[in-house]
């Protein structure tokens, strides 16, 4: 059974600090890793994607892959009231299917 | 370029009906994932289409079901409707689904069974 999990929290932090989201995963198969944000009553919107080891950044978000420990993490800079919303990780296995599985979320409050 | 399009945006049916819900996916893109998202589960996959073929299928009952057509489109059925059903079922499109490219979801189809 492969799993994804990550803290449900919520995880507060206040405005303008770094916000650090983590997300284990269980198959050292998995190929490629996603995070999406979902604002309450809204659809999952894809913020980054990461394939290989290391820091990808894009504007304010940096997503870390450590495939030996098998994690990675968003870490958003300067967070805004914005921000505040469930954060999904997603992880792709290849193996035949390449279907996403994802994590239940981070709930994510960035106060004023 | 238009996103995922998925209608009704919101919907309200009695235990036993049946249901179907459609997805547009974006232009070009060739594989159709079917989600229900319910606060207890999470995301839950249902199943995928490709080029008209269901080519992966979750653990959910033969009550739900799909289809793709020529054009990529999709739509999903649930047959004999009961009140666990009620849910935000999501479609995500991406261009071929077997590799590493990303998926992205549509508005999603508020369902609640009565």
């Known amino acids: 059974q492969k799993e994804v999990e990550q803290n449900s929290g919520p995880l507060s932090v206040p405005e303008g600090a770094i916000a650090s989201l983590n997300c284990t995963y269980s198959?050292?198969?998995?190929?490629?890793f996603f995070w999406y944000r979902q604002y309450s009553g809204k659809s999952p919107e894809l913020i980054m994607f990461?394939?290989?080891?290391g820091d990808k950044e894009d504007g304010r978000f940096t997503a870390q892959l450590n495939k030996a420990s098998q994690y990675v993490s968003l870490l958003i800079r300067d967070s805004q009231p914005s921000d505040s919303a469930t954060y999904l990780c997603?992880?792709?296995?290849?193996?035949?299917?390449?279907?996403?599985?994802f994590g239940r979320g981070t709930s994510l409050i960035v106060h004023p | 370029k238009a996103g995922v399009t998925q209608t009704p945006r919101y919907l309200i049916k009695t235990r036993g009906q049946q249901v179907t819900l459609s997805c547009s996916p974006i232009?070009?893109?060739?594989?159709v994932s079917w989600y229900q998202q319910t606060p207890g589960q999470g995301l839950q996959f249902l199943f995928e289409?490709?080029?008209?073929?269901?080519?992966n299928k979750g653990n959910f009952p033969g009550r739900f079901s799909g289809r793709q057509f020529s054009n990529s489109r999709s739509e999903m059925n649930v047959s004999t409707l009961e009140l666990g059903d009620s849910a935000l079922y999501l479609c995500?499109?991406?261009?071929?689904?077997?590799?590493?490219?990303?998926?992205?979801f549509g508005q999603g189809t508020r369902l609640t069974v009565v």
């Open positions: 995500a499109s991406s261009l071929a689904g077997q590799d590493n490219t990303e998926a992205f």
């Open positions: 198959d050292r198969g998995s190929q490629s």
């Open positions: 990461i394939y290989s080891n």
């Open positions: 997603a992880v792709k296995w290849s193996g035949g299917s390449y279907i996403p599985t």
């Open positions: 232009s070009g893109h060739r594989s």
């Open positions: 289409y490709f080029s008209e073929t269901q080519r």
